[in-house]
């Protein structure tokens, strides 16, 4: 905008001459609003002497003829940005501007043509003043909507570090979790979830409209990052939580983790620590809860432990020459998918049932674990898993 000295200068000089005839135009001007717009009828909306205090404000920077459009532009910016901070909407505070605009025209009009002004000095009043209101209305609408993002982003940044000092145990909320609790909009009853989803960019959420997506299927949640990994927790009081989260972040193909269910808050960080350990056991872009399969969670959930364990259990198996090694670990990863059926094994590998049986007695002489005894099946499922697990997404594991 201009900063041309004397932008309307004939409003201004008609208003300054409405002023020294009429002293209480500023208050007419509020009592005006509050008659007209059923928002300000009452001191719960605005208090009427804010009002009054805002056209005194503006009327002041109408008449003063020294003043730039930016200098002028100030009053309703900072209308604007009071209202925002009161949180009344930016529908109630145009609409007072509009009418305060009216109101102004209406008196500017009387007095002009009580002055004889002419026709087409009229026709340039009625520009100027129109000028002004638009002029007005942008200058309040962006103070307004600025203090509006500051006070969205001071909540969402007050929102992360509550939720990131439950999460986490950190903070006043290590000790007493119930005051975070309440100011997420969690509800305290009805159980909970923390769901942990792996991140394939640093610092960006892989399911950025989850929280949104849960709230429009009335499930509660809360969500923060926390390096690569998006934590939420997620409220179990609707049966249907576990169906709406895996349709939800089945087509972004992402890596979810899920806890139990959890009916006590001060327990979250156990549950942050269990879907962690789903989310490790997770296949590439599937979900997996903790309650899937406890062998998978002791996999992923002890890898100083599991992976001594598979290369004791493994033994001689870790050591012999691929790509024997590999037909021999996804033949037994077949065979347990498959519920030891050698038939089942034999079809989905295209070989014969004798070949699969061959290679599991194999099997059995390397690790000297064979599967037909269930302790010792029970361990080489254990192994696999780890072996699954800490061979990556890249491993043919059917």
């Known amino acids: 905008m201009s900063d041309e000295l004397d932008t309307w ?25 509050r008659a007209t717009l059923v928002f300000y009828r009452t001191d719960d909306g605005v208090p009427l002497a804010e009002v009054e205090n805002s056209t005194r404000t503006h009327i002041a920077a109408l008449t003063d003829p020294g003043a730039t459009l930016r200098e002028r532009d100030s009053a309703p910016r900072r209308l604007g ?10 529908t109630d505070v145009a609409d007072a501007l509009r009418c305060g605009t009216k109101f102004l025209w209406d008196e500017i009009l009387a007095y002009a043509r009580g002055l004889g002004t002419s026709d087409a000095e009229l026709v340039e009043l009625a520009s100027q003043i129109w000028f002004m209101h638009d002029a007005f ?70 399911l950025p409209r989850i929280e949104q997506t849960l709230t429009d299927s ?13 934590l939420g927790v997620v409220s179990a ?77 493994f033994g001689e198996l870790m ?14 990863s077949a065979w347990i998918d498959a519920d030891g059926s050698f038939n089942t094994v034999a079809a989905a590998l295209w070989v014969h049932p004798n070949t699969i049986r061959n290679r599991m007695r194999r ?11 269930p302790r010792q099946a029970a361990e080489l499922y254990l192994a ?11 491993i043919d594991t059917t």
């Open 9 to 33: 200068p004939l409003l201004s000089k008609l208003t300054r001459g409405v002023v020294e005839s009429k002293p209480d135009l500023a208050a007419r001007m509020a009592l005006n609003i």
């Open 81 to 90: 940005e009071d209202r925002a901070r009161d949180g009344i909407a930016l």
């Open 137 to 206: 209305t942008q200058a309040m609408t962006a103070g307004y909507r600025q203090e509006h993002a500051r006070a969205l982003l001071s909540r969402q940044q007050e929102r992360l570090g509550l939720l990131y000092g439950l999460l986490t145990a950190q903070g006043r909320e290590a000790a007493s979790p119930w005051n975070a609790v309440d100011r997420l909009g969690l509800p305290r009853t009805g159980g909970f979830v923390v769901v942990a989803v792996a991140a394939p960019h640093t610092g960006r959420m892989p």
């Open 218 to 230: 009335r499930i509660t949640s809360a969500w923060v990052m926390t390096g690569n990994v998006q």
């Open 237 to 313: 009081i609707d049966p249907q939580w576990a169906e709406v989260l895996e349709t939800s972040s089945r087509p972004l193909a992402v890596e979810v983790g899920v806890s139990p269910v959890q009916h006590d808050y001060a327990r979250i960080s156990l549950a942050v620590r269990l879907a962690r350990t789903a989310l490790a056991a997770a296949v590439p872009g599937t979900l997996s809860f903790f309650t899937d399969s406890p062998i998978l969670m002791s996999a992923a959930g002890s890898p100083e432990i599991s992976e001594p364990i598979m290369n004791s259990v």
């Open 319 to 332: 050591r012999i020459a691929e790509p024997e090694r590999t037909t021999l670990i996804n033949t037994l």
């Open 363 to 373: 099997i059995a002489a390397l690790t000297g674990h064979d599967v037909s005894q």
């Open 384 to 394: 696999l898993a780890t072996y699954r697990q800490r061979a990556g997404p890249g």
